[in-house]
């Protein structure tokens, strides 16, 4: 019987994720700077789209020694895997993913909500009776009473 890994592992084998394989590999081998603003990559028709995590990386990536280096990078991807879904990009647009950052946001605040523990609540009022005789420990109790009178 096959683990779990072996089968997500043949599952991203498979020729069907071929083309996000491609883009995920040729987004390793960009910069870290240009992985750490970008949000996502994908291709459409002949055209290579790179969505943006800011309006400053949109900015950057248009630089025209930035989208040069992004070409060669192409191409040199593409004399080492000629059987690339890539090869087809003729154009490469640059984008601001807002929306998919406005989600992830959400996401990680939800994420971080679901993490906090809630405030705790005492449900005792303090109304008891200390019937104990031996003063250390009835010490010992008047002293919990004031701590959940305090405590509410």
Partial sequence: MKSAKTIIEDIQRSPLYEKI?????????LSQ???K????IYQKDEILFIACK???GVQELKRDSNINNIK????IFL??????????IS?????VATKYMQNLAKKAQNLTKANELPPYVEKSEGKFQ???EDPQIHAIFEEIRELIIVSR
């Fill in 21 to 29: 394989r491609d883009l995920h590999d040729f987004y390793l081998l």
């Fill in 33 to 35: 700077t240009h992985q």
């Fill in 91 to 95: 154009d490469i647009k640059f984008f």
């Fill in 79 to 88: 004399s080492i895997k000629q059987t690339s879904s890539l090869r087809t």
């Fill in 130 to 132: 200390n019937r104990i």
């Fill in 54 to 56: 800011h309006n400053l």
């Fill in 37 to 40: 603003i970008i949000a996502f």
């Fill in 72 to 75: 060669g990078l192409l191409k």
